[in-house]
T-cell receptor, first 113, second 115 residues
């Protein structure tokens, strides 16, 4: 079945460092891809998405490009802030049946001042 | 901005008791979902619901679970006889399946603690 694999955390960075969180997926169809963020004690918020190959999703300085050839959707940010500390989930939404979203295990990011 | 709302935000219940978690999806959405997240673990799909019936469910969603859309606005998850391992954050979500690329919008979650 469809699945999402993302790099294990935690990831600890200093403020203004470059961030990459790797994500790869397995899907039988043509899924949409997402990054969700969960701040401490809060629910899941959509960070960005891409719905087809070569699309780039971006929001709040974060970017991810849908790479069909490598089945990847890596999250990047050029300069992280302390306020970016959260858990980041890569996810895909299949285009069949109930259109459910499948999540990766999540990567916790700590940003130090 | 429209949002998915969930109640209660936190519930503590004794093992074996029935629990109902409530959700109000975004009003023009057609697909509804429940997910759960055991503390510190991944977000797991439970069930999807469309056109007043379950469209897909996971292995987690056994006979102890049920969902209902009792009226035009609410979407509920019932756990008939709670177990300790049901302790988790339960997220309701909805989507319109339109030009949004199947984006689903999550509520803030309901913490369930079974003691």
């Amino acid at each position: 079945g469809d699945s999402v694999t993302q790099m294990e955390g935690p990831v600890t960075l200093s403020e203004e460092a470059f961030l990459t969180i790797n994500c790869t997926y397995t899907a039988t169809g043509y899924p949409s891809l997402f990054w969700y963020v969960q701040y401490p004690g809060e629910g899941l918020q959509l960070l960005l998405k891409a719905t087809k190959a070569d699309d780039k999703g971006s929001n709040k300085g974060f970017e991810a490009t849908y790479r069909k050839e490598t089945t990847s959707f890596h999250l990047e940010k050029g300069s992280v802030q302390v306020s970016d500390s959260a858990v980041y989930f890569c996810a895909l939404s299949d285009n069949t049946g109930g259109f459910k979203t499948i999540f990766g295990a999540g990567t916790r990011l700590f940003v130090k001042a | 901005e429209p949002e998915v709302t969930q109640t209660p935000s936190h519930q503590v219940t004794q093992m074996g008791q029935e629990v109902i978690l409530r959700c109000v999806p975004i009003s023009n959405h057609l697909y509804f979902y429940w997910y759960r997240q055991i503390l510190g673990q991944k977000v797991e799909f439970l069930v999807s619901f469309y056109n007043n019936e379950i469209s897909e469910k996971s292995e987690i969603f056994d006979d102890q679970f049920s969902v209902e859309r009792p009226d035009g606005s609410n979407f509920t998850l019932k756990i008939r006889s709670t177990k300790l391992e049901d302790s988790a954050m339960y997220f309701c979500a909805s989507s319109d399946r339109g030009a949004t690329g199947n984006t689903i919008y999550f509520g803030e979650g309901s913490w369930l603690t079974v003691v």
